[in-house]
């Protein structure tokens, strides 16, 4: 089941959609807390604007280095442990809304990852029972400032930035996080192309790491990491990332006014 934030000029409702992503049932409510019931009204995807499918009311998670390649790309070695950082909510955009790149930064980078949306309160879950407390997936790009990044010493500012945790187009609840396929572009041109299979610390071992630490409360998002390939976006420029079965999160990139 696909489910979609959209708006049509009023305020933002939820939606089905439809296996081939063009069509839209609305339905009432918000589906992490009430039981899913179509009002009967139908859109066209193309007539309406997609938003986040979440605004996270707690917390974005972070896991940093969870490819090896990637972890060798940026001069290191994945940690034995998930290594885990937290995005404020305002950084929270959705499909379509520009990514505002400030004047205080001048190298962003794109990072093209699997979104996971937990569906209930959850604290020090077991892996083998993780997967259960997850309500469904979606495409994220976790925008990264890294001369921030090296600057400051600690990643808060660098990822956390307004506009700088892009998600979408929709949540996929009924997917197998194990081997999807992640395909980045940059004005067209495939920048990464890697799978979840790659991941150094699976999915379920993320959300039982991150629940030792953090009690997890629906509509919490965790950012699985990102494959080699990362690299730098400017003013201008286009970023789409592709994740199989899910569909397709782009965004363009401005400079602050």
Request: net charge negative.
């Amino acid at each position: 089941m696909r489910i979609a934030r959209f708006t049509t000029g009023e305020d933002p409702v939820y939606g089905l959609v439809d296996g081939a992503g063009e069509k839209i049932a609305e339905i009432t409510g918000d589906p992490l807390y009430t039981k899913i019931e179509l009002t009967g009204a139908t859109h066209l995807v193309a007539d309406v604007r997609l938003l986040a499918p979440v605004i996270p009311r707690s917390k974005v998670i972070g896991i940093g280095k969870n490819y090896a390649d990637h972890a060798k790309e940026m001069g290191g070695e994945a940690p034995s442990s998930p290594l885990m950082f937290l995005i404020p909510n305002t950084a929270v955009v959705g499909p379509g809304d520009p990514v505002v790149i400030p004047g205080f930064t001048q190298e962003v980078s794109y990072e093209g990852e699997l979104a996971v949306i937990i569906g209930r309160v959850a604290k020090d879950v077991p892996v083998d029972q993780a997967l259960s407390v997850v309500f469904g997936y979606t495409v994220a790009n976790d925008v990264t400032a890294r001369d921030l990044q090296r600057g400051d010493g600690q990643w808060a500012r660098a990822k956390g930035l307004d506009t700088f945790c892009p998600l979408g187009p929709w949540i996929e609840t009924s997917l197998d996080p194990a081997a999807c396929r992640i395909r980045t572009t940059l004005d067209g041109d495939v920048v990464q192309d890697g799978s979840t299979s790659d991941m150094v610390h699976g999915v379920a071992e993320l959300i039982a790491h991150a629940s030792q630490a953090f009690t997890l409360l629906p509509g919490d998002v965790i950012l699985t990491g990102t494959p080699a390939g990362v690299g730098q976006v400017v003013a201008g420029q286009r970023v789409d990332i592709e994740i199989d079965q899910i569909g397709t999160l782009s965004n363009p990139f401005v400079d602050a006014e």
